[in-house]
């Protein structure tokens, strides 16, 4: 039986859906709970909208449509078992990233198994803090410092994880942290990492919405990456681990960044749930 939330989700999706944008339906439902103020899961329960709310919804769908982003129309994301405010300036967290972040609570868990003592976990360019504030709601007792080169999305990194005792710091990540250089037991960076002439390949709610700093990265899409291979070897104790995101067509060229220094054992590189390649990770030589 068709009710009105039904009737506006299915109008919704189907808008969506002639713009281009690829999860019409989950974005109409997305964006019909955020103005309701009820769950997702939800959304069928809700009472009948108010003709200012449809009005609302109306004109998030239409903003929708041209591509602006799901999550800065709602103003957050969710990002394993945290919730960001995410915006304008600012990197808009991906589900494959979480991956990454995974990785550092699994490592920082070990740490702290193993030697008794509370890890010590850095994230650079942390952008929202997605990261960061991932590995403190999970390894509590982590030491995590975090570092951000832009100013715009230092101040939503600043906001998330405002109340914690995160580390965060505004600057570059070739020069951060000289007070924790050899202490380290994780490094963890999703930097960025698309080359140059790939514009035309990359989605446009990314493309014209997320900060220039967080995409791009020479020729190739991996300077971030060199140096991201030098700062970890300067920052972490030996056996400490580094974890990288980067794109699915550098499963090879990203591991081989780490492979070619030779300061680094056992470098591997991880798929996504989707079975992408996904993330780096190496082992600084003891």
């Known amino acids: 039986m068709s009710t009105p939330v039904r009737s506006l989700l299915r109008a919704g999706g ?25 769950p997702r899961a939800r959304l069928v329960l809700a009472p009948a ?16 449509a041209r591509r602006i982003p799901l999550q800065h129309l709602t103003g957050t994301t969710g990002f394993r078992h945290v919730e960001l405010a995410v915006g304008p300036g600012v990197f808009v967290p991906r589900p494959e990233t979480e991956l990454l972040a995974g990785t550092a609570v699994d490592a920082a868990r070990e740490v702290a198994a193993r030697t008794g003592r509370r890890p010590v976990v850095v994230d650079l360019c942390t952008g929202s803090g997605a990261v960061a504030l991932a590995v403190h709601d999970e390894v509590p007792e982590a030491r995590v410092h975090a570092v951000e080169l832009d100013p715009a999305a230092y101040s939503w990194a600043e906001r998330n994880l405002r109340g914690t005792p995160v ?65 970890a070897a300067r920052l972490l104790r030996p056996g400490g681990l580094v974890a990288a995101e980067h794109a699915d067509v550098q499963g090879e060229s990203a591991p081989a960044v780490f492979a070619a220094a030779g300061s680094w054992s056992d470098v591997r590189d991880h798929r996504d749930l989707a079975g992408r390649p996904r993330c780096t ?4 030589a003891r």
Do not use: K
Not at 179 to 195: A, E, K, R
């Open 49 to 64: 909208p108010s003709a200012s709310e449809v009005a609302r919804f109306e004109e998030l769908l239409d903003r929708r």
């Open 167 to 231: 580390d965060l710091r505004l600057g570059d990540m070739a020069d951060a942290f000289p007070d924790l250089d050899g202490d380290v037991d994780v490094v963890t960076c999703n930097p960025p990492y698309i080359p140059l002439d790939a514009w035309e390949s990359v989605a446009v709610e990314a493309r014209d919405h997320d900060p220039a700093l967080a995409l791009w990265s020479g020729q190739d899409g991996l300077d971030a990456l060199r140096v991201l291979e030098r700062v």
């Open 281 to 284: 990770t190496a082992r600084l």
């Open 14 to 38: 189907q808008r969506l859906a002639e713009a281009g944008v690829e999860s019409a339906d989950h974005d109409a439902a997305a964006l019909l709970a955020h103005v309701l103020g009820v």
